[in-house]
């Protein structure tokens, strides 16, 4: 039987140079939808929940479980399923992935109740998982070394066009027929998707390794108690019980690592940690996606509570910063291909970090103009960093653990987030009024950290 700490990796047939030019087009298509269904379903679910809500009869807060469902699935299993693609090979997991999450979204379509929807979201979120730790690894395998910052900055490029047309879609939905086409519209979607995919990904690398349930479950443990510690801490829980969940999620980390202490592709991907673009590269992205979501959270409360604009106003008025980070990804990633990544994501960061001092000091009135070149600024900072930091991030893991490095990404991306919607929460606990300008300048602190982590990126010797 196989030693699972000391087997050699198995290298299956991967295009070590990417794909040939039109089965790369396809093949990134087929990734690109994936991951632009599994970003809408959060986006516009938010959207329809007083929808859901008033359809179910059912009250606002415990329709939010629409969301938390898939949120918590996706955080708990991305870990998980990151090490299944190394073990089974990228390509198996993704493939499999597809289907559970548009089975699911047509689950949803037919749900009943609260808790039928809910269950049913909680499974589309397993899929999302699979889906969103796959996708920048397979990208890898899809593009050559010398052009996958232009794959990453496609991939950040349909992920930030989803994220700002996905209230607009809702919303034209919602217009004309019922929430349950939200989740039924990504069945024909997935089809295209999972016929495209299994025609032209490639096939991915395998590691040799044997898949480590214990390990699994203590990595869903830790993440799911994490999480619920942060939302806890954010909604004004007990603080005892949001110690005890964090005291739990520290003892599953540590059993964590010592039970895959000298495994060569351990679950927890401390391996990739040692090397020191790849940890700075994964501490420039929590923080700056923690930046990100301290605005997205806090600047709605402040069009609309502190700046009187109306619901439709607000979302228009969030619309430049996505907009902003679409336009500039795929740029970013070819300057990527060509440049330090440590310098485009310091200066990305650092006009980030502007942008969000600029909103936070706005005057008591201001114009349509004064909020739009500062919400630009904001979205274009974080589109010019966001490529060069995923190019860095996955060029410098070992392409047998692609699988891994993925899965680090959308943690990272997922803890910040949470992390920074929990301090909003606190900062309006400090105080109403001023809750949302101080958001702003904590995501500001948190963007100046992000541009710090990045530049000592240009510290490191460059490997022989």
């Known amino acids: 039987m196989t030693d699972s700490k000391t087997a050699e990796p198995v290298s299956s047939p991967s295009p070590a140079d990417g794909l040939p030019a039109g089965q790369r087009l396809a093949a990134l298509l087929a990734v690109l939808m994936a991951v632009s269904m599994a970003t809408l379903a959060t986006a516009i679910s938010n959207t329809a929940l007083p929808s859901i809500a008033a359809d179910l009869h059912t009250d606002a807060?415990?329709?939010i479980w629409v969301v938390s469902a898939y949120q918590l699935a996706i955080v708990a299993a991305l870990l998980p399923f990151a090490s299944?693609?190394?073990v089974l090979g990228q390509r198996r997991v993704y493939l499999g992935g597809?289907?559970?999450?548009?089975?699911?979204?047509?689950?949803c379509g037919q749900a009943w109740s609260l808790p039928s929807l809910a269950v049913a979201r909680f499974v589309q979120g397993l899929g999302a998982a699979a889906i969103v730790s796959m996708n920048l690894a397979l990208i890898r395998h899809i593009y050559p070394a010398a052009l996958l910052g232009r794959g990453a900055g496609y991939n950040a490029l349909a992920v930030a066009i989803s994220f700002t047309v996905g209230p607009t879609v809702a919303s034209l939905i919602l217009s004309v027929t019922s929430w349950h086409w939200l989740f039924l519209v990504n069945v024909p979607v997935g089809i295209v998707a999972l016929v495209l995919g299994v025609r032209t990904l490639p096939v991915t690398s395998r590691n040799g390794q044997r898949f480590d349930y214990t390990a699994a479950l203590l990595s869903v443990g830790m993440f799911s108690a994490f999480i619920f510690g942060i939302d806890?801490?954010?909604?004004?829980?007990?603080l005892r019980v949001v110690a005890a969940e964090w005291v739990f999620a520290a003892v599953c980390c540590a059993l964590l690592l010592r039970r895959q202490r000298g495994h060569v592709a351990p679950m927890l991907a401390s391996d990739l940690f040692r090397i020191p673009v790849f940890a700075l590269s994964a501490a420039t992205s929590v923080c700056s996606f923690a930046a990100q979501g301290l605005a997205f959270v806090a600047l709605p409360f402040l069009f609309q509570h502190n700046l009187g604009r109306s619901q439709v106003e607000a979302g228009f008025l969030m619309t430049p910063w996505p907009a902003l980070?679409?336009?500039m990804a795929p740029i970013a990633g070819r300057l990527a291909d060509r440049y330090s990544t440590a310098l485009l994501g310091a200066v990305g960061?650092?006009?980030l970090a502007c942008g969000m001092a600029a909103l936070a000091l706005l005057p008591p009135d201001p114009s349509v103009y004064d909020l739009g070149?500062?919400?630009?600024?904001c979205g274009a900072g974080f589109g010019f960093f966001q490529t060069p930091n995923l190019r860095a991030l996955m060029g410098s893991a070992p392409r047998r653990r692609a699988g891994g490095a993925s899965g680090v990404v959308a943690i990272a991306r997922t803890t910040g987030q949470a992390t920074g919607a929990a301090l909003v929460a606190l900062c309006f606990a400090l105080s109403v009024e001023r809750g949302p300008a101080l958001a702003l300048w904590l995501g500001c602190g948190f963007a100046v950290l992000a541009s710090v982590a990045s530049l000592l990126r240009t510290l490191v010797p460059k490997p022989m």
């Open 61 to 63: 807060a415990s329709s």
């Open 84 to 86: 299944l693609g190394d």
């Open 98 to 107: 597809l289907p559970v999450f548009h089975l699911a979204a047509l689950i």
């Open 232 to 238: 806890a801490m954010g909604q004004g829980g007990d």
């Open 325 to 327: 980070v679409a336009i």
């Open 349 to 351: 960061l650092a006009a």
């Open 373 to 377: 070149w500062r919400l630009v600024l």
